[in-house]
């Protein structure tokens, strides 16, 4: 039986020639991650290739892997930054590899890149009820934070025009717009800035990015959103936003039900957010318009990292 290499290299920037490599990590890890939560029944697809693509390229140089002497992907760690906010997403450790110091060691690479961009905010995502990843990243000097609550309607509500969508071609009109959407999230958080998340999904025909305007034309809130399957092999049936700024939590309402619609038009059987609850009032007002819960993760923050507080609303997704 062959035995894995003792030796660690990297980190090495991931390309689209890993995506098979990452998916086959991804998958094992985090079933196994669930098995030992007592869910042996879960079985972990595989992501959709575009999505894997749209996570590489969105992380750039914080797309990092890690090899074995075979050249084959042992550990990976996709950090990215949205101008002031940094986040880490997914990560994991072959499972013949771990419990050898591989995790702390490509957290501490997400960490060190992350300042070494200068960034305001570095956190990540996990899953509540495990006590070992909540454990091994206080270790390295996370903190808990507020709850990500993933809400779903299924059979959205498709009643009146979708609304404002930003020009799918570049030009001066798309350009013009993730301007707006540029200057609302610095408005509610400053120095975040969604631009380069927008861009390659418009780009790579990911989703589209809602907009809502007041009355006399100023920009609201927006949201971006993706339509196309998060597993591989699925069709696509559901709209999942992925960012979210508005001035207000009636804006943030407005900015939902314009997703909504989307979905409805583009016959989706889904619309999908995660609502972190430290937007209590959002949380609460969507609840009674019949979003259900679906999944909870628990959000972290590196000590002297943590969000800053908002002028208005903004639901940033820590995951692809």
């Known amino acids: 039986?062959?035995?894995?290499?003792?030796?660690?290299?990297?980190?090495?920037?991931?390309?689209?020639?890993?995506?098979?490599?990452?998916?086959?990590?991804?998958s094992e890890a985090f079933t196994e991650r669930y098995r030992r939560d007592g869910l042996s029944g879960v079985r972990v697809p595989y992501?959709?290739?575009?999505?894997?693509?749209?996570?590489?390229?969105?992380?750039?140089?914080?797309?990092?892997t890690w090899r074995d002497a075979r050249g084959d992907v042992v550990a990976f760690n996709m950090v990215h930054r949205s101008g002031s906010e940094g986040w880490m997403g997914p990560l994991a450790v072959r499972t013949d590899r771990q419990g050898q110091g591989h995790g702390q060691r490509i957290v501490r690479a997400g960490i060190a890149w992350l300042e070494s961009q200068g960034v305001r905010t570095i956190g990540l995502e996990t899953?509540?009820?495990?006590?070992?990843?909540?454990?091994?990243?206080?270790q390295v000097g996370f903190i808990p934070d507020h709850l990500t609550?993933?809400?779903?309607?299924?059979?959205?509500?498709?009643?009146?025009?979708?609304?404002?969508?930003?020009?799918?071609?570049?030009?001066?009109?798309?350009?013009?717009?993730?301007?707006?959407?540029?200057?609302?999230?610095?408005?509610?958080?400053?120095g975040v800035d969604f631009s380069r998340e927008i861009e390659l999904t418009l780009e790579q025909s990911l989703g589209g990015v809602s907009l809502v305007r007041g009355d006399t034309g100023e920009l609201r809130g927006f949201a971006l959103w993706h339509s196309a399957p998060l597993a591989q092999g699925r069709v696509r049936e559901e709209l999942r936003i992925l960012k979210l700024a508005a001035a207000s939590t009636a804006d943030a309402l407005?900015?939902?039900?314009?997703?909504?619609?989307?979905?409805?038009?583009?016959?989706?059987?889904?619309?999908?957010?995660?609502?972190?609850?430290?937007?209590?009032?959002?949380?609460?007002a969507l609840i009674a318009d019949g979003f259900r819960v679906q999944w909870t993760d628990l959000r972290m923050t590196l000590v002297g990292k943590r969000e800053p507080e908002r002028n208005g609303v903004m639901l940033s997704n820590w995951e692809i």
């Open 1 to 26: 039986m062959w035995r894995s290499d003792a030796t660690l290299s990297g980190p090495v920037r991931a390309t689209a020639a890993d995506i098979e490599g990452l998916n086959r990590v991804f």
């Open 47 to 64: 992501l959709n290739p575009a999505v894997w693509q749209f996570a590489i390229d969105d992380a750039g140089e914080g797309a990092m």
């Open 127 to 138: 899953m509540p009820r495990t006590i070992d990843n909540i454990g091994f990243y206080s």
């Open 149 to 190: 609550v993933t809400l779903q309607r299924d059979r959205p509500r498709g009643a009146g025009p979708s609304g404002e969508r930003m020009a799918a071609p570049a030009g001066v009109q798309r350009s013009a717009a993730i301007e707006e959407c540029r200057d609302l999230a610095n408005a509610v958080v400053a």
């Open 254 to 284: 407005a900015v939902v039900a314009a997703a909504e619609r989307e979905a409805a038009a583009l016959s989706l059987g889904r619309l999908g957010l995660r609502c972190q609850t430290r937007h209590a009032e959002l949380y609460a």
